[in-house]
């Protein structure tokens, strides 16, 4: 039972870190640029006139917040290049690491 709240607690860690890295690439890059969580908090809205165009420009829309969103998952930020790029290689590894360990103790043998 106590691996449960050490799940919960790792992912609560890399939801805290995936929004830490938002806000420090935001504050970095300034507000007149489009970073990924300006696109995940502000998710575009598709403009059309006819059913095929709406259809075509809401995959447009979808497409680029779901890209927003798995780098954000994968900690795609700008702030982890170059030398701080060993940072996200840890993180991603413990929490690859924790998924792994669950899953394999969930197999219980018959």
Known sequence: MWLWKVFAGLLFFYILI??????????????N?????????????????????????????????MSAFWKAM??????????????RVLFLVIIIGVVIALVIGAIKPY
């Not at 489009?34 to 447009?60: C, D, E, H, K, R």
């Not at 994968?74 to 940072?87: S, Y």
């Open 33 to 65: 640029e489009t970073t990924i969580v300006s696109i995940l908090m502000a998710p575009q809205t598709p403009a059309y006139t006819n059913p095929v165009g709406g259809i075509t420009a809401t995959f447009s829309v979808t497409a680029d917040y």
């Open 74 to 87: 994968w900690l795609d930020f700008p702030i982890f290049a170059g030398e701080w790029a060993i940072f």
């Open 18 to 31: 995936i929004l830490l890295s938002g806000v420090m690439t935001n504050l970095y890059m300034g507000s």
